[in-house]
């Protein structure tokens, strides 16, 4: 197909919705930024786009807890449309608050469909306190996620309160066992995070830091990607600069980031 089209939710407390569409926009895609209620006005907008994204902020301040207001939003007046919308060829991505919005409204892990029931949760971070830093994540390279192909390790910001990932013991199961947990926290020289803080930032089970649906073309990721997509953005880019200098290669424009993006775009090619 020509060019995808892209629809970068915001509204009420989203504060990410620009960031994310420029990387949209700059992996090839074409891009919106459409508010909730012009979405819930003009419902048929949906059929225009092949990937929703939900991006992060604090919807609605958190009340009641990250993600959940906007969620109910959605069920109560989108339910039907973004059944609609799955049902396409279509991808969905959640990225930090957004991953809180898709576990709320039940579109991942959705281990017998989409049925609009939560099966996972994302739970106040254990140091209860907001964590905004730079972590590592090893990459589930036999995940079906659409968007982590082709990577293996991320180096990568977080920024949130409400990450701490937990599924009861059976979901969990399912989860690693069909390889839907996408990305997990580990320690810089690869060794798993183990629920180390600060590797593990928010004390998620399992060190989850991503899952996605069975199909792979739905995810929700804690880490904020459109943070780390340029090689200047990242934290210790002078030291790296410095190192390739040193050793003759070429300082790189991109960072790990981009890569996600750069996936989606590249699925309806």
């Not at 066992?177 to 629920?195: R, T």
């Not at 340029?230 to 290669?249: A, I, S």
Request: with cysteine; glycine share 10%; net charge negative.
């Amino acid at each position: 197909m020509a060019k995808p089209q892209t629809l970068v939710l915001t509204g009420y407390g989203i504060n990410c919705e620009e960031e994310t569409a420029f990387a949209f926009k700059m992996s090839g895609s074409g891009t919106d930024i459409i508010h909730i209620n012009d979405l819930i006005e003009n419902r048929k907008l949906l059929d225009e786009y092949q990937i929703l994204v939900f991006p992060g902020g604090f919807s609605y301040g958190d009340d009641t807890g990250s993600g959940k207001a906007l969620a109910n939003r959605i069920k109560n007046n989108l339910l039907d449309e973004i059944k609609k919308f799955i049902e396409r060829d279509t991808l969905m991505l959640g990225i930090c608050n957004g991953f809180q919005v898709l576990t709320n409204l039940g579109v991942v892990p959705a281990l017998n469909g989409f049925t609009g029931n939560a099966e996972v949760s994302l739970e106040h971070n254990q140091s209860f306190r907001y964590q905004c830093r730079w972590i590592d994540v090893a990459v589930n390279t036999k995940s079906p996620s659409v968007f982590t192909s082709g990577i293996e390790k991320m180096h990568i910001p977080v920024a949130h309160g409400e990450g701490n990932f937990y599924a009861p013991a059976g979901i969990l199961e399912q989860i690693e066992s069909n390889n839907l947990a996408v990305m997990k926290y580990i320690k810089p020289e690869g060794a798993a995070a183990s629920q180390e803080f600060p590797y593990n930032p928010n004390g998620a089970v399992n060190d989850i830091a991503s899952i996605c649906s069975s199909n792979g073309r739905i995810m929700g990721m804690m880490p904020h990607p459109e943070r780390g997509m340029f090689f200047t953005q990242r934290n210790d880019w002078t030291y790296l600069k410095e190192k390739y200098k040193r050793e003759g290669g070429a300082i790189p424009e991109f960072s790990d980031g981009i890569k996600i993006f750069e996936n989606a775009v590249n699925y309806f090619k």
